[in-house]
């Protein structure tokens, strides 16, 4: 470049930082002006130009055009979108780095993070998942992976005005929360779902450190108790708190420090307590905020028993919170206080009521007010018939899950196909449902895909394995063809119960918009898996568990693999010789093998047994931090 | 399926004697050569006399590991409200000759032998035959072993149940000709 080109260049980036710092307000109102003025900054830009050239040339039309493209790219939020815009040519795929904020990982093995870093390097929110789902139930060795270290110290150095991470399933020490509440001096959002690997001093040192903090959502994480106040460690002065959830911290709070923190916390709009918090403690901090819009209850049972006049008025404090629109917890609940909350039935979008065991009876009165809920969480304890009471009244219910009060194979199982025939036919507008249960017929969930054609996932556990229709003793394909046939709009599927290759025939001819497949104990043959693996277009997370596949099934799926977030199989029939063909064909996948314990040995009767396959694609081939137990063919 | 009706017979006529595998001696044992308890266990001698059959109590089925799939978080909260305070769980591996699978079964949800063999037997779709004292398995080319602490393996059904339980490390079902080093008569 020559000297006047350089400084031209120089100011441009300068122009450019300034750009970029706009706020959003500022940037919409940009937007009202003509497109070839760029907020002026583009003329001003001309101008100095034509200063410092000596000849009059007009400025270089690619970085008019990158000028442009900034102004444009910054109002494109959907990853997809700019997924697409970052592959139009190198100088979009340069303006478009440098424009994403947010960046969503599927998976923290797909690539480095010094990757990362070096593509993107404006991230303000990051949002990283690690261990696949199945990990979820026992089904993977502790210690497999997934450690946040690398992550919070490459973004670190890279991206100090960070404001928001997200972590799903990743492993989490005190040490990474300590790093992360020291680097980051704005940082905003915190939200740790199914994590593990800290403990309350973690947490401490982030409410302590992170002045800006809105939101600290802990989320179904295994938090350990290391006896630290951490509610005492936020600062003294107003917070900027808007959500805090710590319904699965299993240690006692300090309710003083809770109370407080609640009183001099303006914005806090949602408060996620544990078990700990009694309804007598939950009563102070409803009063003293009465502007919440979510609540997580605790275990809204009373601490004492007092009589009569000398117990807090419960549904008063209710009846004064007027905008709650989400209920939870109600972690060991005691059912005479639950009426307390019917002042806010008929607000109430989002109610869960899965850590509690609550009768047909006790939901009827409760449920009978809740015409504007849109997503309801039970258990199986209400019985088909709260299911009916349900659907008579919640016609805007959008997401139903119903979880097992015993979730052992032989449990009893209140909730049959009954219940479900009776959501599909009162909750017609029903996008998305999760529904455990014993007993369940073919008519019923063909009923649901016939009533319900907004489904956009549908998982449905059989508990019993291999359990045929419970009237007509036939398999469950015709029930889950119907869904994969009728529920156009379907993106994820889970299957249970006796099921044949038949099964697989159809969600591989119909599944056409099936992202996500979850399978345990299904299927006759490798057919099966073929079917699936040719047929589902859009599929990029399978899971299968206990079914007869073998080596030619996952062969069957070589042409896909690369264009998958991964696949995992486990206790299935696969050969290790099968998965290094795999390995060996696709530079570009990571196949790892690894039996359930962390102290695997050589086992002379299943040495060429594979217990499970977890493979992914990745840019930056294996990862070097597999402990001993998992083997990277 | 192997040779079910055999044993429904052996289990009938054998009323006083019968075991599947019931608890041994208190004392150590090695490979068979143990003394064992003489005395049927009393529980099962009830429960059989009563149903007259061994097909109808169905013990509780073998929990599969991770089935069915609700995070341990979940069952971990609805477990404070049951009175029953059901420990970690002891799992434990159990191989079968033959089998390409590997199955993870936890061993404290039986309370004796014969609840831990209907499991098996379901699981692998097997049968294990009939349990002596002295001569072992009978009646099945299958027999039901274990690996203890120590290495050494054993017959399942040698020790009483609660020193098997604790000393379990991984189950085996052998076949035929392998088995006889364990002193039992096939």
């Not at chain 1, 036919?425 to 449902?433: D, V, Y």
Request: glycine share 6%; aromatic share 8%; proline share 5%.
């Amino acid at each position: 470049m020559t000297e006047e080109e350089e400084d031209s260049s120089a100011k441009m980036s300068e122009d450019v930082k300034r750009y970029l710092k706009l706020d959003t307000r500022s940037s919409a109102a940009a937007t009202s002006e003509p497109p070839c003025s760029s907020s002026s900054s583009a003329s001003a830009l001309a101008n100095n130009k034509s200063r410092n050239f000596k000849s009059f040339e007009p400025p270089c039309p690619d970085h008019v055009l990158e000028n442009v493209l900034e102004n444009v790219l910054q109002f494109l939020t959907s990853r997809c979108d700019r997924n697409a815009v970052s592959l139009v040519c190198r100088s979009w795929w340069r303006v478009e780095a440098q424009t994403r904020f947010e960046v969503f990982i599927g998976n923290c093995y797909s690539l480095s993070p010094l990757r990362l870093t070096h593509r993107f390097t404006r991230v303000r929110s990051l949002v990283l998942k690690g261990k696949p789902r199945f990990a979820d139930f026992n089904l993977m060795p502790r210690n497999w992976g997934a450690q946040f270290a690398p992550w919070v110290a490459a973004t670190a150095k890279a991206y100090p005005w960070l404001e928001k991470v997200h972590l799903k399933r990743m492993f989490v020490t005190d040490d990474d929360l300590a790093l992360l509440a020291e680097s980051f001096p704005g940082f905003k959002e915190l939200t740790l779902v199914c994590c593990e690997g800290f403990g309350t001093s973690g947490i401490a040192v982030v409410a302590n450190k992170c002045r800006q903090l809105k939101v600290l959502d802990l989320l179904e994480s295994e938090v350990t108790d290391d006896e630290v106040d951490w509610l005492s460690c936020f600062p003294a002065s107003e917070t900027h708190l808007e959500s805090l959830s710590f319904d699965c911290v299993e240690s006692p709070i300090n309710f003083k420090a809770l109370e407080e923190l609640v009183v001099r916390s303006p914005f806090l709009k949602k408060l996620r307590t544990n078990r700990f918090v009694s309804l007598e403690v939950l009563h102070r901090l409803m009063v003293r905020a009465p502007q919440l819009t979510s609540l997580g209850t605790g275990s809204f049972s009373p601490e004492n028993v007092l009589q009569g006049e000398q117990e807090p008025d419960y549904a008063a404090a209710f009846r004064a919170c007027k905008s709650i629109s989400c209920l939870s917890g109600f972690r060991d609940l005691t059912p005479e206080y639950l009426p307390a909350i019917s002042p806010v039935c008929a607000n109430l979008t989002s109610l869960n009521f899965s850590y509690a065991n609550i009768s047909p009876d006790m939901l009827k009165p409760i449920i009978r007010n809740c015409h504007n809920i849109r997503v309801f969480w039970a258990l199986d304890s209400i019985c088909d018939e709260g299911l009916q009471a349900v659907a008579a009244t919640c016609k805007e219910l959008r997401e139903l899950r119903v979880f097992p009060f015993d979730p052992r194979e032989d449990s009893e199982g209140p909730i049959s196909g009954v219940g479900l025939q009776a959501i599909s036919e009162g909750c017609r507008k029903l996008e998305s449902i999760l529904y455990f249960c014993q007993r369940m017929t073919n008519g019923a969930v063909t009923a649901m895909s016939e009533n319900c054609p907004q489904l956009t996932v549908f998982r449905l556990c059989i508990m019993g394995r291999h359990r045929p229709d419970h009237v007509t003793g036939k398999p469950m394909d015709v029930g889950f063809g119907a869904i994969v046939k009728n529920c156009k709009k379907l993106t994820r599927l889970a299957v249970s119960g006796l099921l044949t290759d038949e099964a697989f025939s159809y969600i591989g001819e119909y599944g056409k918009l099936i992202r996500t497949l979850s399978v345990a104990f299904a299927g006759n043959s490798d057919r099966a898996l073929r079917y699936v693996l040719e047929g589902c277009p859009k599929l990029q997370k399978l899971e299968i568990r206990d079914s007869p596949f073998g080596d030619v099934g996952l062969r069957s799926g070589m042409h896909r693999y690369c264009n998958m977030r991964f696949v995992w199989l486990s206790s299935c029939v696969l050969s290790r010789g099968g998965c290094r063909e795999v390995a060996h064909a696709l530079p570009n996948v990571v196949v790892e093998v690894f039996g359930s314990d962390d102290d695997d040995d050589d086992d002379t009767v299943t040495g060429d047994y594979v217990e499970t396959l977890y493979l992914y694609r990745s840019l930056d081939g294996p990862r070097k931090d597999a402990p001993k137990f998992v083997t990277i063919l | 399926m192997e040779k079910v009706g055999d044993y429904d017979e052996l289990v009938n006529l054998k009323a006083t004697e019968l075991r599947l595998g019931l608890p041994g001696t208190e004392e150590t044992v090695s490979c068979g050569k143990s003394n064992k308890r003489a005395l049927p266990d009393d529980d099962t001698e009830k429960e059989i006399e009563s149903t007259g059959k061994t097909e109808t109590a169905s013990p509780p089925k073998a929990q599969i590991v991770g089935w069915p799939p609700v995070r341990s978080y979940r069952r971990n909260s609805i477990q404070t409200k049951k009175n029953e305070s059901e420990g970690q769980g002891n799992y434990v591996k159990v191989s079968m000759d033959g089998a390409p699978y590997l199955r993870k079964i936890d061993l404290t949800v039986y309370k004796k032998y014969p609840e831990l063999m209907k499991s098996l037997e379901n699981m692998f779709k097997f049968s294990v035959g009939e349990y002596f004292e002295r001569e072992g398995y009978k009646g099945s080319d299958f027999v039901p072993t274990y690996e203890d602490k120590d290495g050494d393996w054993m017959l399942v059904g040698d020790v009483p149940w609660e020193m098997f339980v604790s000393s379990c490390k991984r189950l085996r079902i052998m076949k035929g000709s392998e088995v006889k080093g364990l002193g039992c008569g096939v």
